[in-house]
Every structure is written in structure tokens, then in C-alpha cells.
């Protein structure tokens, strides 16, 4: 099966396990989900074979020159961000996480495992940029390693 295939059905093997029946990626290999408050953007890139996902974070609240260090902190070593990359949406001013799954061990679990701990961190990030300056200075916020929410 190739990366892109494995992809697509792992993708359709969550959505059965979620109970949404046409949950797939598109023919150009997208997809939106929204989970909690937040929505998550799913890229297949069969080139790099990765699947990536992307949600925006929403603006800094407050001084943010204190959030962009508090961002690039998080960012080293991926320390604190689950893994993936926090960036700054240009035109909007956005911040965006995002992290690339490799296909080649892309299956239903791994994929579901992967979406929680995203949307975990996604979560945490989100309430501390809009926190502001109230936590200007503070650690960045840890997520959670490997939990499973229920």
C-alpha cells in the first residue's frame, strides 16, 4: 500500500472510529475537523509523505515580544509544543501549530494517538496567548506527553 493510500485509509478508519461515516481527504488531500474549540487542518503531502496538521492559535494577547520569546522557547528541541512548530501567520498575525506525521507508520491508532496530543497542545497554547500579559514572563506552557483523552 503507499504512503498516500495508508494516509487516506487511516483517515477513514478514524472517522468510522468517531462515528463520522464520510469523514475522508478530499481528492487534493484535505481535510478540516473541528475538535473542541479548535479547527484542525489536515494536508496530505505524499512527496514528503508526511500528513500535516495545522490549526491557528489566534492572535497574542498583550506584549508580543514577550509571547514571540515565549513562542521560540517552546519551539527549541520542540520542548514545548508536543512536537510540532508554533509560527506566525503573517497576514493575519496569527500564531499556527503545526506538526507533520510521517505516513510510513501512519495507521488509525497512531493518527488518533497524534490528534490528541495536538489538540491538547493546541488547547494549552491557545488559552496562553489569549491569557496576555496576565502570564507575560511565565514558562511556557509543558503538553502533556502521550496522554489519551477520554
Not at 509544543?81 to 501567520?89: C, D, N, R, S
Not at 503538553?143 to 489519551?148: S, T
Amino acid at each position: 500500500m503507499s504512503a498516500g493510500l495508508r494516509a487516506r485509509s487511516a483517515f477513514t478508519d478514524l472517522g468510522a472510529a468517531l462515528g463520522i461515516d464520510d469523514l475522508q481527504l478530499d481528492e487534493n488531500g484535505y481535510a478540516a475537523l473541528g475538535i473542541d474549540d479548535l479547527l484542525v487542518n489536515f494536508e496530505l503531502d505524499e512527496e514528503r509523505e508526511r500528513l500535516l496538521l495545522t490549526a491557528s492559535l489566534g492572535r497574542p494577547e498583550g506584549d508580543k515580544l514577550a509571547a514571540y520569546e515565549l513562542l521560540l522557547a517552546a519551539n527549541y528541541l520542540w520542548q514545548g509544543t508536543g512536537g510540532g512548530t508554533l509560527a506566525l501567520e503573517e497576514e493575519s498575525g496569527e500564531i499556527v501549530l503545526q506538526k507533520p506525521l510521517p505516513l510510513a507508520t501512519l495507521d488509525q491508532q497512531a493518527l488518533e494517538t497524534a490528534i490528541e496530543v495536538y489538540v491538547d497542545t493546541a488547547e494549552l497554547w491557545a488559552r496562553h496567548l489569549a491569557a496576555g500579559s496576565e502570564d507575560s514572563g511565565s514558562e511556557p506552557p509543558m503538553p502533556p506527553k502521550g496522554v489519551i483523552r477520554a
